[in-house]
């Protein structure tokens, strides 16, 4: 069943309609979750920088303030080899982030009743996150990314890649 986006969010670029035009996609590539391909892809740095932007200009829907952004990974794994091999992998990776200025850190999260492993890379802000798109290290990382991916036999379209307002309180 395909959710349509509300009557009153017709705009093509509101968040209902993004969730319709994944949707869709979904279902013309087969495939039973929406990927962006790589970490931290332009279709994420452009999510958080229409956020900004509307945030910027005090639209109503748009009150929750963006103090840091997290680069969320969600993807599944076999086993707890294979969890603790991705780890050693994204710790790597990690560290090697922390070259980039306005990174803050990283969280990881396992559900070993389901073998979900998230990720989120945080950064201190819209200017540092969007700087990292174009950043000679995050060519470094990416390949590191693809080669964990491929070292676990986790094919990069069964990660869903997202940017999500992170808070620490």
């Known amino acids: 069943?395909?959710?349509?986006?509300?009557r009153s969010t017709l705009s093509s670029s509101?968040?209902?309609s993004d969730v319709y035009k994944r949707q869709v996609s979904t279902q013309s590539t087969g495939r039973d979750t929406p990927t962006m391909p790589g970490i931290f892809s332009a279709t994420v740095a452009s999510t958080v920088s229409r956020a900004m932007r509307a945030s910027a200009r005090h639209q109503p829907f748009c009150t929750i303030p963006v103090k840091e952004i997290a680069s969320v990974l969600k993807l599944n794994v076999r086993d707890e080899a294979t969890a603790l091999k991705l780890d050693a992998k994204m710790k790597n990776m990690t560290e090697l982030m922390r070259k980039h200025q306005g990174f803050t850190g990283a969280t990881r999260y396992v559900c070993k009743g389901e073998w979900a492993y998230e990720?989120?890379?945080v950064f201190d802000g819209g200017e540092s996150f969007a700087a990292w798109k174009t950043s000679a290290t995050r060519d470094e990382v990416h390949q590191l990314y693809l080669d964990a991916l491929e070292e676990c036999n986790i094919a990069e379209e069964d990660v869903y890649a997202g940017a999500r307002v992170h808070d620490r309180w």
Do not use: E, G
Not at 1 to 6: E, L, Q, T, V
């Open 119 to 121: 990720l989120s890379f």
């Open 14 to 16: 509101s968040a209902a």
């Open 1 to 6: 069943m395909i959710r349509r986006p509300p």
